[in-house]
């Protein structure tokens, strides 16, 4: 007897990887309060490591490896 797959599309794949990630981030804030942390603070914390913007935050902070200079590949041969 022949069994079919499914294959997932890339909105599945993307809605469950934001959907782990959500549930991550939420599980470390949680954490973090129960050690006496402020949930402003944990947010901000946990956001930082996941590139988000945390409630009230302008911008997520910039990443360390990403170059500011603009240049590319291109321009640096």
Do not use: C
Request: aromatic share 6%; proline share 5%; glycine share 6%.
């Amino acid at each position: 007897m022949a069994t079919s797959k499914r294959s997932a599309t890339v909105e599945e794949v993307l809605a469950a990887v934001e959907a782990a990630r959500d549930k991550v981030m939420a599980d470390e804030i949680k954490s973090l309060t129960k050690l006496g942390i402020p949930k402003a603070m944990a947010y901000q914390m946990i956001a930082s490591r996941f590139h988000q913007k945390a409630p009230g935050q302008e911008e997520a902070e910039p990443d360390p490896f990403e170059s500011n200079t603009g240049n590319t590949w291109d321009d640096i041969g």
